[in-house]
């Protein structure tokens, strides 16, 4: 048996029948019938759940461990295998889709073959001897794929969303730091697309730091619903072959092998049933994606030309533009933040989708649930990587050229619009606008205000902070 070849083929046998499955492979006869019925998108199964099913095969070994039903010999085989299976080993033989129909069954028994077979190498055996180590009756022991996938789905997003959060702390420190950087450079605010009234840059950027925050902590909220587990539900929730005490070490032992907060849920029926704390988690997600494209196309917006456009900041030149127009330099980096959010939205509709498509018992939908899942956390993450390093870090303002527009501007009537009234101000705007003669001219030309007091009222920094009050208006009109 020593002597096998690459080759060479071992006979495995499920209910459906006999199948030849290479003899140096890990992976069994249920995981190589699964790749062949679901050849889907092609990719691997995301590195970040393999570990998460060797945790949790972990904690399980242990535990039927501790309550004598498995004994140490085979257990600690099966634990070893899973340590393996952590430090970045057989990743590859786990074979299976992302997508897969069966509620993730295959992705369950890709892993206890995998384990299994690597356990009974560990205890001198060949591949496929399962009457040493068998993927169901000792790694599946008191597990249904119905308990494993869930909390499988339910670590790799913590885990994920802990990478996510890191790079938003780094985008919030950013922002935060461009608007101290900006705090000084005044430029014109504007509400649909028009003239508003002036604002500083920096409490642009302050704004953006504080949605970026609210997001972070709508995210740490959503993350809570990851915590609770129904590992020991089994198939339905009712803990069928499950021993009792098995039933109650299980979570705990999980939370010390992997060195995560989670509690085991007060009704494992309810938890087995429904899905909607991920729908949460992505809506988070997907409010995060919406706050990070809108400060995108803010940036697009006030980078634009540069000489034809607002040119209020500049963007890091990360590329050339264009194929055919020289020296033409794209807002590539805002642009891809867009695009993500975009999947992210289109996501966050599957994952909805596929929580409400759930049956009685079990929602069968979960692989679809955790593919769009897993992505979305990814490629947020990945772009805001490149959002930090790439452009907000290295963005300039043209405080020149924000000055000009604000002082070119009748946006500052406004300002002026308490202190001789609103129709007369609108006058003086529809006035401005069409022999183009600055507000401030026409202000004086008709002696509606003494140059001192203009100069007070139309101070770029004072129109970019509460003013004077009404009442102290009030007051200071009927003085005169």
């Known amino acids: 048996m020593e002597e ?82 952590l430090e970045g080993k057989f990743h590859e033989y786990f074979i299976v889709d992302p997508i897969q129909g069966g509620a993730g069954t295959s992705l369950n028994m890709n892993a206890n073959e995998v384990i299994a077979n690597r356990a009974i190498e560990i205890l001198g055996g060949q591949k496929g001897d399962y009457s040493i180590v068998n993927p169901n009756d000792h790694v599946n022991c008191g597990q249904s794929t119905n ?136 809506g988070a997600i997907k409010a995060c994606a919406v706050t990070l494209s809108k400060i995108s196309n803010d940036l697009r917006l006030m980078s634009s ?19 055919i127009m020289p020296g033409k330099v794209n807002p590539v980096i805002p642009e891809v933040v867009n695009q993500v959010a975009f999947n992210i939205i289109g996501n966050d509709v599957t994952i909805t989708m596929a929580a409400e498509a759930g049956q009685l018992e079990l929602n069968a939908f979960e692989p679809i649930v955790f593919y769009c899942m897993f992505q979305s956390i990814d490629t947020l993450a990945y772009a805001v990587q490149t959002f930090v390093d790439n452009c907000v870090s290295g963005i300039t303002a043209n405080e020149k050229r924000c000055r000009e527009l604000v002082e070119n501007s009748v946006g500052i009537i406004t300002a002026v619009s308490p202190h001789i009234g609103y129709q007369k101000a609108a006058d003086l705007a529809k006035k401005a606008l069409q022999t183009g003669e600055p507000v401030r001219s026409l202000v004086l030309e008709e002696d509606l205000l003494e140059e001192k007091e203009l100069d007070r009222i139309l101070d770029p920094m004072q129109m970019t902070e509460p003013g004077i009050s009404g009442k102290e208006l009030l007051l200071k009109k009927k003085e005169v």
């Open 147 to 282: 308990d494993v996938i869930p909390t499988a789905g339910k670590m790799t997003s913590l885990r994920l969303l802990k990478k996510l959060k890191q790079e938003l702390l780094r985008l919030h420190k950013a922002l935060c730091e461009k608007a101290e950087e900006f705090d000084h450079v005044i430029k014109m605010g504007r509400t649909q697309m028009q003239d508003a009234v002036p604002i500083r840059l920096g409490q642009e950027f302050k704004a953006y730091s504080v949605a970026v925050m609210r997001d972070i902590h709508r995210m740490d909220k959503a993350m809570e619903e990851m915590c609770t587990l129904n590992m020991g539900g089994t198939a339905v929730g009712t803990g069928i072959n499950a021993d009792e005490a098995y039933l109650r070490r299980i979570v705990p032992n999980l939370v010390e092998v992997s060195d995560m907060e989670f509690v085991q849920a007060f009704d494992l029926i309810d938890a087995t049933q429904n899905l909607d704390p991920f729908v949460a988690v992505s």
């Open 4 to 85: 096998h070849k690459k080759n060479d083929y071992r006979v495995e046998k499920d209910s459906i029948g006999t199948k030849d499955i290479p003899e140096n492979v890990y992976y069994g006869v249920q995981s190589l019938r699964a790749a062949e019925n679901f050849h889907i998108t092609g990719l691997s199964m995301h590195p970040e759940i393999i570990n998460s099913l060797a945790y949790i095969k972990k904690a399980a070994a242990i535990t039927n461990c501790e309550v004598g039903i498995l004994n140490k010999k085979i257990a600690g085989a099966i634990v070893k295998a899973c340590d393996e299976i």
């Open 305 to 323: 030309g540069p000489r034809a456009g607002f040119g209020e900041i500049n963007l890091p030149a990360k590329q050339n533009g264009s194929s």
